[in-house]
C-alpha cells in the first residue's frame, strides 16, 4: 500500500481540529456551570443576608443590675443598622407633667453609659423634656472608676452596629415614644459623645439645638444654635481648645452660646457644677425647642 503523506497530514489535522472544538465545547459548559454555581452562591448570600436584617423595635425591660433611676422607663432595642441580633439598653426620663414635650438624646462618652448619664437626665427632664439615654457602643457590665469611686454602667452587651446605626436607632425609638412632640428635637452630648451630637446636624434637618460637655472638636460649621459647656481644670480636654473650636463655630455663622466653670472637671454635667449646668441646658433647649 502506497502512503500518501499529504492525505495523513490532513486526516491529523482534521482530528485535531475535532479535539480542540469538543474541548472548547466541555469549557464553555463548564462555564456556563461555574457562572450558574456563582450566581446561585450569590443569590443564596443575598437572601440570607435579606432574612438577618430588621426594622427598629423597642420593649420596656427592667433596669440592669444595680442601676436605680427613680421615674426612668427602661427600653430594651433592637434592630440597629437593620440587623436582628444588635441590642441597645435605654433609660427614658419624663418631667412629671402631663402633656407632650420636647425630646432630648443624650449621647455618653467613651467610657460608656453610666448611671450618672442617666441621674442628670432625669435632673433634665423635670424641665419639661423627654430624655433618652441610650448606649451607642459597646458598654460592660463592670463599673467605671470615675475619680477614685466606682459608677455603675448601663451595659449593651449585643450593640454590634455602627456608631451611627446605633445613634440612628435611637434617635427613631425616641421621636416614636409617647408624649414626645412632633418637630425638632434636641442632641447632647458629653466627652465624646459632643462631637457625635455635632455631626448629626450635617446629615438632619430636624435637630434644634446642641449641648455639649467638655468636647473640643466637630464639624467646621454646625446647622443648629449650640451650647458649649466645659472646666477650666479639665485634665483630658482644654478649655483652650473648647474655645478655639467656639471661635471656628463663630466664625462659620454658627449661633454659639458658652460656659467655662472656673475649676470644673471633665464632664461637669455630672460633677461639681451639675446643677448650674442643667439649668443652662434647660433654658437653652427651651429656647429654641418648641
Same mark, same amino acid.
Given at each position: 500500500?502506497?502512503?500518501?503523506?499529504?492525505? +495523513?497530514?490532513? *486526516?491529523?489535522?482534521?482530528?485535531?481540529?475535532? &479535539?480542540?472544538?469538543?474541548? &472548547?465545547?466541555? @469549557?464553555?459548559?463548564?462555564? !456556563?456551570?461555574?457562572? $450558574?454555581?456563582?450566581? @446561585?452562591?450569590?443569590?443564596?448570600?443575598?437572601?440570607?443576608?435579606?432574612?438577618?436584617?430588621?426594622?427598629?423595635?423597642?420593649?420596656?425591660?427592667?433596669?440592669?443590675?444595680?442601676? /436605680?433611676?427613680?421615674?426612668?422607663?427602661?427600653?430594651?432595642?433592637?434592630?440597629?443598622?437593620?440587623?436582628? /441580633?444588635?441590642? #441597645?439598653?435605654?433609660?427614658?426620663?419624663?418631667?412629671?407633667?402631663?402633656?407632650?414635650?420636647?425630646?432630648?438624646?443624650?449621647?455618653?462618652?467613651?467610657?460608656?453609659?453610666?448611671?450618672?448619664?442617666?441621674?442628670?437626665?432625669?435632673?433634665? *427632664? @423635670?424641665?419639661?423634656?423627654?430624655?433618652?439615654?441610650?448606649?451607642?457602643?459597646?458598654?460592660?457590665?463592670?463599673?467605671?472608676?470615675?475619680? +477614685?469611686?466606682? %459608677?455603675?454602667?448601663?451595659?449593651?452587651?449585643? /450593640?454590634?452596629?455602627?456608631?451611627?446605626?446605633?445613634? #440612628?436607632?435611637?434617635?427613631?425609638?425616641? #421621636?416614636?415614644?409617647?408624649?414626645?412632640?412632633?418637630?425638632?428635637?434636641?442632641?447632647?452630648?458629653?466627652?465624646?459623645?459632643?462631637?457625635?451630637?455635632? !455631626?448629626?446636624?450635617?446629615?438632619?434637618?430636624?435637630?434644634?439645638?446642641?449641648?455639649?460637655? $467638655?468636647?473640643?472638636?466637630?464639624?467646621?460649621?454646625?446647622? @443648629?444654635?449650640? &451650647?458649649?459647656?466645659?472646666?477650666?481644670?479639665?485634665?483630658?480636654? $482644654?478649655?483652650?481648645?473648647?474655645?478655639?473650636?467656639?471661635?471656628?463655630?463663630?466664625?462659620?455663622?454658627?449661633?454659639?452660646?458658652?460656659?467655662?466653670?472656673?475649676?470644673?472637671?471633665?464632664? %461637669?454635667? %455630672?460633677?461639681?457644677?451639675?446643677?448650674?449646668?442643667?439649668?443652662?441646658?434647660?433654658?437653652?433647649?427651651?429656647?429654641?425647642?418648641?
Amino acid at each position: 500500500m502506497t502512503y500518501n503523506k499529504d492525505r +495523513g497530514v490532513g *486526516s491529523a489535522n482534521r482530528w485535531i481540529s475535532l &479535539l480542540i472544538g469538543l474541548s &472548547l465545547g466541555l @469549557a464553555a459548559c463548564g462555564g !456556563q456551570n461555574l457562572a $450558574s454555581n456563582a450566581t @446561585a452562591a450569590t443569590t443564596a448570600v443575598a437572601s440570607n443576608a435579606t432574612a438577618a436584617t430588621a426594622a427598629i423595635r423597642w420593649s420596656e425591660t427592667a433596669a440592669p443590675p444595680g442601676v /436605680n433611676v427613680p421615674g426612668a422607663q427602661w427600653l430594651k432595642i433592637e434592630g440597629a443598622g437593620g440587623l436582628s /441580633n444588635t441590642v #441597645q439598653l435605654a433609660a427614658v426620663l419624663r418631667p412629671a407633667a402631663t402633656g407632650t414635650f420636647p425630646l432630648v438624646v443624650w449621647l455618653h462618652g467613651s467610657d460608656g453609659a453610666l448611671l450618672t448619664d442617666a441621674t442628670a437626665a432625669s435632673l433634665l *427632664s @423635670a424641665g419639661g423634656f423627654v430624655v433618652l439615654v441610650g448606649c451607642w457602643k459597646f458598654t460592660p457590665e463592670s463599673a467605671d472608676l470615675i475619680r +477614685g469611686s466606682p %459608677v455603675p454602667r448601663i451595659p449593651c452587651l449585643q /450593640n454590634i452596629a455602627t456608631t451611627d446605626d446605633s445613634i #440612628q436607632a435611637l434617635i427613631e425609638v425616641g #421621636q416614636q415614644l409617647p408624649g414626645v412632640k412632633k418637630g425638632s428635637f434636641g442632641t447632647f452630648g458629653v466627652s465624646a459623645g459632643g462631637p457625635l451630637a455635632l !455631626q448629626l446636624t450635617t446629615t438632619r434637618t430636624d435637630i434644634g439645638a446642641v449641648v455639649v460637655d $467638655s468636647s473640643p472638636r466637630g464639624p467646621a460649621k454646625v446647622s @443648629a444654635p449650640v &451650647l458649649i459647656l466645659g472646666g477650666t481644670a479639665d485634665l483630658t480636654v $482644654s478649655a483652650e481648645a473648647q474655645q478655639t473650636y467656639e471661635q471656628a463655630l463663630r466664625d462659620a455663622g454658627t449661633t454659639v452660646e458658652a460656659h467655662y466653670y472656673e475649676g470644673g472637671l471633665h464632664a %461637669v454635667t %455630672v460633677g461639681d457644677f451639675q446643677v448650674d449646668a442643667i439649668k443652662r441646658m434647660i433654658d437653652f433647649y427651651g429656647r429654641y425647642l418648641k
